[in-house]
């Protein structure tokens, strides 16, 4: 059984001449790594925006998990998908903390419970011992993992990534490529990378969907 499957999405913004989506299909494996590649405007934010619940009147379907997100009749609400997102900016909240970033995700946890996979969580991005630092007192590249960190740490069965690089300096974007992808599949989390970037998507995942 597929763990993601897109059936047919199409989707037009307010006002909008045409289809931005137009019969948009695509399945997922459970732990495979998906890079959405095309050039700009044809979507690909879109579809993650699509995917986490934040445009309604899509139609289609989406199943995540076994479980239908979108369909005629069904339309769950973001914050019941289940999905993780990393933004291109990063969307760290600027006036909180590394551990209350990444624990403000964390719900129906005890107290302990939410330490010990703020802990783990930043163990896997060896970024130990930054849980007091402000995201402005981080590195653009450490607060991209901080980013992940928050995005994986609720146990994502969807994990997106909107251009996770381009902020990134060429020398470095190889070497957070290699990391990022080893961090995912240690997590075994389903994702899909939107980038623009052949070699970003050739880095990180295991099969490249073009949408151009
Ligand atoms: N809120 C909006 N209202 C109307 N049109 C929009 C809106 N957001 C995006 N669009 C249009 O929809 C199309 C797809 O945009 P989208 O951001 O998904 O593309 P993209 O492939 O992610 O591009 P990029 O790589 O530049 O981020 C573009 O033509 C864009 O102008």
């Known amino acids: 059984m597929m763990h993601v499957k897109l059936e047919d999405l199409k989707f ?5 001449q045409s289809y ?5 299909s695509l399945e997922i494996e459970e732990g495979e790594i998906i890079a959405l590649l095309g050039d700009s405007g044809c979507g690909k934010s879109t579809i993650l925006r699509i995917l986490s619940g934040l445009e309604d009147r899509v139609s289609g379907r989406i199943e995540i998990g076994g479980r239908a997100v979108l369909s005629e009749s069904v339309f769950v609400e973001p914050e019941h998908r ?42 896997l991005v060896k970024l130990e011992g930054v849980e007091k630092r402000y995201p402005h007192e981080l590195s653009g ?13 609720p146990k994502p069965k969807l994990l997106l990534m909107d251009e996770p690089f381009s902020n990134l300096d060429a020398g470095l974007k190889k070497k957070i490529r290699e990391e990022l992808r080893d961090i995912i599949k240690s997590e075994g989390i389903t994702s899909i ?5 052949l070699e970003d998507a050739e880095g990180t995942s295991d099969r490249i969907v073009s949408m151009n």
């Open 12 to 16: 037009k913004y307010d006002g909008a």
């Open 20 to 24: 931005t989506i137009d019969g948009f």
């Open 82 to 123: 289940n999905v993780g997102l990393v933004f291109q900016d990063y969307g760290l909240f600027p006036h909180m903390t590394v551990e209350q970033n990444i624990v403000y995700g964390l719900k129906g946890m005890s107290k302990a419970e939410k330490k010990e996979r703020l802990c783990e969580v930043l163990k």
């Open 141 to 153: 590249g450490q607060q991209q993992r901080i980013a992940l960190a928050r995005a994986i740490a």
């Open 193 to 197: 990378i939107v980038t623009h970037d």
